[in-house]
């Protein structure tokens, strides 16, 4: 059940919102021309790659916790698999597909076209610079994504295999369930929305 890698891996999106966090939250503030813009690109890269090294102690406390979370998740996978296969419902199949449209492609990156173009037409700035550092994120987190994908390949709920079964690089497309790319897209534009909200509570 698709659900099921929504809940399960939400400790992805904890990952990717302290990844960011942790470059001093330049990116959602930073005014850019398109220049600028494009050019920054490698530079983030190299920011990210280069992040850890940079980290504070409560930033490190906060990256063993989630490394905790996920290994306990791991294990626990069976367990929490048993109540979401019995929620068979009308409503459990309407929220699987909800999750399916937020986290796909199509809706992300409509939504960031559809962020930047209202910014161009109303000459809203702050609109525009959303719309541009969310769609650096989005990429960032595919990018991401699509690696840890690559060089794990676990097998997914459905095929009935064993929470360790794990087959490495270069093993096939049809085992790649870890990480959830939905849940990382939905919350790395989620964590962009909070960002640029000014960090407002309630968003």
């Not at 960011?20 to 990116?27: G, S």
């Not at 690696?147 to 390949?153: D, N, P, R």
């Not at 990480?179 to 909070?194: E, V």
């Amino acid at each position: 059940m698709r659900f099921l890698r929504y809940a399960t891996l939400l400790h992805l999106a904890g990952c990717m919102s302290l990844y960011v966090t942790a470059q001093n939250d330049t990116i959602a503030m930073r005014k850019k021309e398109s220049l600028s813009y494009l050019a920054s690109y490698p530079q983030h890269i190299a920011g990210y790659i280069k992040a850890p090294l940079h980290w504070n102690e409560n930033q490190w406390v906060q990256f063993g916790g989630a490394v905790l979370v996920v290994g306990t998740l791991i294990t626990m996978d069976k367990v929490l698999n048993i109540p979401f296969e019995s929620w068979q419902s009308n409503g459990a199949e309407a929220f699987g597909k909800a999750g399916d449209v937020v986290g796909g492609l199509p809706f992300q990156f409509g939504l960031t076209g559809s962020a930047l173009g209202a910014g161009l037409i109303t000459k809203n700035k702050n609109l525009q610079h959303f719309a541009l550092d969310n769609l650096q994120a989005q990429l960032f987190t595919g990018g991401v994504t699509f690696f840890i994908k690559e060089i794990t390949h676990r097998a997914r709920p459905e095929t009935g295999e064993d929470n360790y079964a794990w087959y490495g690089p270069f093993n096939g497309k049809e085992n790649d369930s870890f990480n959830s790319g939905h849940t990382a897209l939905a919350f790395s534009t989620a964590t962009m929305i909070f960002l640029h909200s000014g960090k407002k509570w309630w968003v």
